[in-house]
């Protein structure tokens, strides 16, 4: 395919009108392709972005727990009632069906690759699943909920990251973690710590001595326990990317988180494009090119108006009209349909998301909704938002 027209961002603050050529899935700035086109001009051309930190099967649900709470052991033992409802509805829909709804809500948000944190199951890994799932992680819930802590991280290959909840809370119980995780041997370079918001000035030195990574989930941490990462965290050079969480913290996409970023810290608008693209791809050592648009890399592309923004000022208003995971279109703007030629599979089904906009999608979004309103009536929302078909 070629797309022609677009304004191609090469940076936070670099870009280039030229034409790409998706090939295999890669992107390639070279080729005499003819066939398959795409028009974009009029618009911007992004890379994909990366979602840190995700629940994927957990996106229907409502925020669950009422105020605040000390650490995350409080927050699970108040919510923790599955039999009960809302939890007993949205649990009796399929796990399958509320992973799909969880990939749905990153690639509504222009998110092209997702770290899911729990097992990657079979489904995840299908190439009609709506986003790339990182596969390469080792994890462990948390030093609470994982006996089998320094087991995990020590069976995970050196070459890959190790994600765990860390410091989550604000309690001395939450605070003591980076020190109990240095003393198991669990801070590196290649350990992403998840919240973190319990973390003092020695738990910050460490952090940095170690070289390991944070992962902000600001919706989230805010909901749950009040507060969220300090500026002295935030400016303190520890690779940090962006996460959504799941619904049952967050009712918010990574366009949402973005927003509430930007309104919670300091930090410029390169500072939240890098968090989205670049820094999370180093984080969770994603090697194919994803957070930018290179030569060779893969075919992670959203596309908005251009407006003659940076790329990173495009972040601030983000409602994605074209989104290609793996070079392939999975959502696309209806007022885009006329600009495809010679492209003979247009995605079939159509989707609307509350406050954003209606797009059309080969996820099959006509069964999905008919087996979610089933279980959890026609005005269920995903991450706080309703969808319709
Ligand atoms: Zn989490």
């Given at each position: 395919m070629k797309i022609t027209g677009a304004r191609v961002a090469l940076g936070p603050h670099q870009s280039e009108r030229r034409e790409v050529y998706v090939r295999g899935g890669r992107v390639s700035f070279f080729g005499d392709e003819r066939g398959e086109s795409l028009d974009l001009s009029g618009l911007l051309l992004l890379p994909g972005l990366i979602?840190?930190?995700?629940?994927?099967?957990?996106?229907?649900?409502?925020?669950?727990?009422?105020g605040t709470y000390p650490n995350a052991k409080a927050w699970a033992s108040d919510i923790h009632r599955p039999l009960d409802s809302p939890l007993k509805e949205h649990l009796s829909l399929s796990k399958l069906t509320r992973l799909v709804w969880g990939g749905l809500k990153n690639l509504l948000s222009g998110v092209t690759t997702v770290a899911h944190h729990n097992p990657i199951e079979e489904p995840l890994l299908r190439?009609?699943?709506p986003v790339m799932v990182v596969r390469e992680f080792g994890w462990a819930h948390s030093l609470d909920f994982s006996p089998d802590l320094t087991e995990r991280f020590q069976t995970t290959p050196e070459n890959w990251p190790f994600l765990l909840h860390a410091g989550e809370g604000v309690d001395d119980h939450a605070y003591s973690e980076i020190a109990r995780l240095e003393s198991l041997g669990i801070l590196s370079e290649r350990t992403a710590l998840i919240h973190?918001?319990?973390?003092d000035h020695p738990g910050l030195a460490l952090v940095k001595a170690r070289r390991s990574s944070i992962v902000w989930c600001p919706s989230s941490n805010l909901a749950v326990y009040g507060r969220t990462l300090a500026a002295s965290v935030l400016k303190s050079g520890v690779n940090i990317a962006l996460g959504t969480d799941s619904a049952m913290t967050a009712q918010a996409d990574l366009i949402d988180e973005i927003g509430v970023a930007r309104g919670t810290s300091e930090l410029n608008s390169e500072e939240l494009y890098e968090m989205v693209t670049t820094r999370a791809a180093h984080l969770l050592r994603?090697?194919?090119?994803?957070?930018e648009i290179r030569?060779?890399?893969?075919?992670d592309l959203i596309a908005v108006p251009d407006r003659g923004q940076t790329p990173a000022d495009a972040l601030a208003e983000l409602t994605p009209e074209l989104v290609i995971v793996s070079g392939k279109v999975r959502l696309i703007a209806?007022?885009?349909?006329?600009?495809?030629?010679?492209?003979?599979?247009?995605?079939?089904h159509s989707i609307r998301l509350e406050g954003r906009g209606c797009w059309l999608t080969d996820v099959d979004l006509p069964s999905l909704h008919a087996e979610t309103a089933l279980a959890l009536g026609a005005e269920f929302r995903l991450a706080g938002k309703r969808v319709w078909q």
């Open positions: 979602n840190a930190h995700d629940h994927l099967e957990f996106n229907l649900f409502p925020k669950l727990g009422a190439a009609e699943f973190s918001i319990g973390l994603l090697r194919d090119g994803q957070g030569e060779g890399g893969v075919a209806p007022q885009l349909l006329d600009r495809m030629s010679g492209i003979h599979c247009r995605p079939p």
